[in-house]
C-alpha cells in the first residue's frame, strides 16, 4: 500500500467547500462539506451540506454521478461555490492517485477528474487510509472505549477493522500534523493459540487447498463463515433447524453474484441473542482470534495514542465484543503483555469515519 500524504498544518483559507466521497463496488456515498478553519494548530470544523448514496453501478464512471450529485446539490442549496478540493477513498488498491475497481470496469485517476469536474486539487486514497484520517475527527459519541488505557496524545495510532475483509493501518505525529498509513497486515500469517486454532487451521489449509492461512482468512466476515463451518464439520455443538436451513441456502449460492443471505449475519445474530449454541461457540473463537491480532497489532506499532477498532463487525457485535475473549486475547502476550497494558482500546460505532477521513484528506491536502 501506499504512503499517504501529511495531514499537515497548512495554509487554506478560513472556510473551504470540499467534496468527500466513499467509493464501493456497491455503493458510493458523496458528500458536499464546508470547512472552517479556527484555529491553525487545529483540524478543521466540517460541516456537512448535501450528501448522497447511489449505486455504483448505475453510473460509467465517478464523473457523471458527482456531476448528477452537484446539480442536486445547487437545487438544494442555491448557487454554492465548486469545490476547491476533493478526496475519495477507494475501496481497492490505490497507486499514483489511481486506482482501477475491477467489479464496476471503472478506472479513476486524480488527473482526469481534476479536468472533468473542473475540481483544482483532486486525491485519491485507500479506504483504509481514509479511516485512518476519520479516527482524528471522531466524537466522543462516535466511538465505545472498551479500554481507557493511559493514552498519550503524542503516541502512535493503529486501526484495525475486519469487514468484507481485514483492514490496518496507523497514524503517527509529525509536524504538528499526522501522517497516515494503510498496511497489508491482513495478509499476515494466521498464528493459532490453541489446539482448536490449529485444527482450524489446518481445516482451512485442506478445504481452500491452500499452502499458508492469512489471519483474514479468519478475522473478517469470511472468517465467521469459515470459522462456522469448521466447527460444523467437527460437530463441535448441535446447530439449530432455522441456522441449518440458512446455511443450505448460503451453500447453493456460493460462486453467485445475488445473494439472499448473509451467513456471517446470522451466526452473529443467534451468538448475540444466545439462540444457538453453534453460533455462539463460532463467534467465541472468532472474537478471540480478533483479539489476538488486535494484540499482535499493538506490540508492533505500540499505539499509545489509541488503538481503534473500526469495520462493521465490531459495532454490530459490541456485546460480544465486551464479554471478555477479546480484551483477554488482546493483553495475553506472555512476557511483554506488559508493553501494551496502557494502550486505549476504541470501538469506532460510527459508519461514516471514512467518510469523515476523505473530507479530512480534502481539508488539509495542499493544491497541486
Known sequence: MELEDLIANV????????????????????????SDVTEPSKLP?????????????EFPNLAPMVQVFMTIAREKLGDIPSPERACFGIAGPVMNNTSKLTNLGWLLESGDLQQELQIPAVRLINDFAAVGYGVLGLSANDIHTLKPGQPDPNGAIAIIGAGTGLGQGYVIPYNNGYKVFATEGGHADFAPRTELEYQLMRYLRERLNVER??????????????????????????????????????QKELGKDEKTV???????KHA?????????????????????????????LLPYGG??????????NLPLIERGEFLEAFSNKGRVSSA???????VVLNPRVGLIGSALCAAQMAES
Not at 11 to 31: F, N, V, Y
Not at 218 to 239: N, P
Not at 340 to 346: A, D, G, K, S
Request: charged residues 20%.
Open 45 to 57: 470544523s466540517l460541516t456537512t451540506l448535501h450528501e448522497q448514496t447511489y449505486a455504483s453501478r
Open 307 to 316: 488503538l481503534y477498532i473500526a469495520g462493521g463487525i465490531a459495532a454490530k
Open 11 to 34: 495554509e487554506i483559507t478560513s472556510m473551504t467547500i470540499l467534496l468527500a466521497g466513499d467509493i464501493g463496488g456497491t455503493k458510493t456515498i458523496l458528500r458536499l462539506v464546508r
Open 262 to 268: 448473509d451467513l456471517a449475519a446470522v451466526i452473529s
Open 340 to 346: 501494551i497494558e496502557r494502550v486505549p482500546i476504541h
Open 213 to 250: 492461512v492469512s489471519v483474514e482468512r479468519v478475522v473478517s466476515g469470511r472468517g465467521i463463515e469459515s470459522v462456522y463451518q469448521f466447527m460444523r464439520d467437527r460437530q463441535r455443538a448441535q446447530e439449530s433447524p432455522e441456522v441449518s436451513q440458512i446455511y443450505k441456502i448460503w
Open 272 to 300: 448475540l441473542e444466545r439462540t444457538d449454541h453453534l453460533c455462539m461457540q463460532a463467534m467465541e473463537l472468532f472474537i478471540s482470534a480478533y483479539g489476538a491480532e488486535a494484540g499482535n497489532l499493538a506490540l508492533k
